[in-house]
């Protein structure tokens, strides 16, 4: 697959495969650490910044990254966020967002200086200008202009933020708002300089590894599809296990445990009359959190992610073992690191860094022929848009409920999710329960997926028409469901 940011995908996977060699030979050190710097960025030349000096600093802050540190030591700039701003990248974009171009004709009218109110359009030798540190933005120049020939330019970070989470320092240097991020990981692909990444904890899994830990992976329903329709599930199984992982268990049947426990809460809901959103994808859930409270407190689930399921389920069956998740998802990661949800995973991981993660064992991902499946279809299906909403539909028909009256609502993409909520707070949405997933086609289409959508999706429907057709509460029969908690704050 193509990507816009293929080049900087190339370099960072590359200094997570190295970073991850070091630390398997227990050799991550400041000296071996600086070694590396100097092997990626040799000198004299610069290879992709304007030169090796600053080349070399963001590799180092890169691998501080990749130990799941801030970019920076600084300790007046640490911050909490699972995504990050690495400085020295950013600063190749334009400092304002309104430009004067060639179209300007120097006009005697200068409506655009005439529409200003903070003295912040003058005249240039060939052309207006606008102050960038004057200019508020308000776009009036623009607006005014007979000749449009004033342009707003967003920067590709800030169009994709879908909470307005981003904005820019005195130098232009963007700034991510923690108060209104969802780590929802737009950004990260969206920044043609690679000045946005997210903190990455395949050191620690390596460590736990290392240190004789029962590791456990749980592969996200996403997973099916992503390396084409030859790897499945009991593919991503063994090679983890050959790499040292204890075993491995597909998030799917997390997605079973989810939708019958929502299902649960949908028909008392129901019956309430009290409209409901889902709480698997952790992006939609921080959108309520940080900008719906009201919102979050009413109408969300309270049934645990399948992630978290699974984590539980593992913990309680193989007490003082370390999980970890493997998916498309950057807010997972945050996910992972939220104390208020008990026994949730210990760390999260995107199938870029499992890609990493494997080369630095010197191994890929291989077909085989043992079978492995542990969820129904309906889990499986929790990765697209509609596969909750749908998932939970059929355990409420599996327990004989009626659900020919339901209104769904399915939301993906931050645009559609905001609009929902919002006509959910104003009283005015024709829906009973509300899906919701921050990526545009569901996790399948998270900011750190594999392939192209469209690849993702015919090699997953060849990989799914496989799957047996179990029912999701016989299946879960098999499974100690009463021995521990499916609700987000742990009780029973």
Request: charged share 30%.
């Amino acid at each position: 697959m193509v990507k816009n940011d293929e080049g900087i995908v190339k370099l960072n996977h590359h200094i997570l495969e190295q970073v991850c060699r070091l630390a398997w030979d227990g050799n991550l050190d400041a000296e071996h650490e600086e070694e590396l710097v100097y092997r990626i960025s040799p000198g004299p030349k610069p290879e992709y910044r304007c030169c090796v000096y600053k080349e070399r600093e963001i590799n180092r802050q890169r691998i501080r990254l990749a130990k799941g540190l801030c970019p920076t030591a600084d300790p007046d700039k640490q911050h909490h966020n699972v995504v990050q701003v690495i400085n020295p990248a950013c600063d190749s974009c334009p400092l304002q967002s309104y430009v004067v171009t060639d179209n300007c004709r120097f006009c005697l009218g200068k409506a655009c200086l005439n529409s200003c109110k903070f003295d912040a359009i003058s005249k240039g030798e060939l052309r207006m200008r606008i102050d960038p540190f004057k200019c508020k933005e308000c776009g009036k120049c623009a607006g005014a202009c007979p000749y449009e020939a004033i342009i707003h330019q967003i920067r590709p970070c800030k169009r994709a933020c879908p909470v307005g989470a981003i904005t820019y320092d005195e130098y232009g240097l963007c700034l991510i708002d923690e108060e209104k991020c969802i780590h929802c990981g737009h950004c990260i692909h969206s920044c043609p300089f690679g000045a946005i990444a997210s903190k990455t904890y395949l050191v620690d899994i390596i460590n736990a590894i290392r240190d004789g830990k029962e590791v456990y992976a749980m592969a996200a329903p996403a997973t099916e599809g992503q390396f084409g329709s030859d790897i499945t599930m009991g593919s991503i199984r063994k090679t983890l296990m050959d790499m040292g992982f204890k075993d491995m268990v597909e998030v799917g049947l997390g997605g079973d445990m989810t939708a019958a426990f929502e299902a649960l809460e949908w028909a008392e809901a129901l019956k309430e009359g009290r409209k409901m959103t889902t709480s698997c994808c952790p992006a939609f859930k921080n959108l309520l959190k940080k900008h719906f409270p009201d919102q979050y407190k009413e109408n969300m689930s309270q049934t645990v992610s399948p992630m978290v399921a699974i984590s539980r389920y593992l913990k309680l069956i193989h007490p003082g073992c370390v999980t970890v998740f493997i998916g498309p998802c950057i807010a997972k990661k945050a996910e992972a690191n939220d104390k208020s949800i008990p026994d949730t995973a210990d760390y999260a991981i995107t199938y870029g860094e499992l890609r990493a993660l494997v080369r630095s064992r010197d191994m890929e991902i291989k077909p085989v022929t043992e079978e492995y499946q542990e969820a129904s279809s309906w889990g499986k299906r929790f990765a697209t848009s509609g596969g909750v909403a749908n998932a939970v539909m059929e355990v409420m028909q599996e327990r004989g409920i009626d659900t020919s009256s339901i209104k769904l609502e399915r939301c993906a993409g931050g645009d559609e999710c905001r609009k929902a909520i919002l006509l959910l707070k104003a009283g005015r949405i024709d829906a009973d329960f509300i899906e919701g997933m921050i990526c545009p086609g569901g996790c399948v289409g998270g900011p750190s997926k594999h392939k192209t959508e469209a690849e993702i999706t015919k090699a997953r429907n060849e990989l799914l028409d496989k799957a047996d057709d179990r029912k999701v509460l016989n299946n879960l029969e098999k499974y100690p469901m009463d021995k521990f908690s499916m609700f987000r704050d742990g009780h029973m």
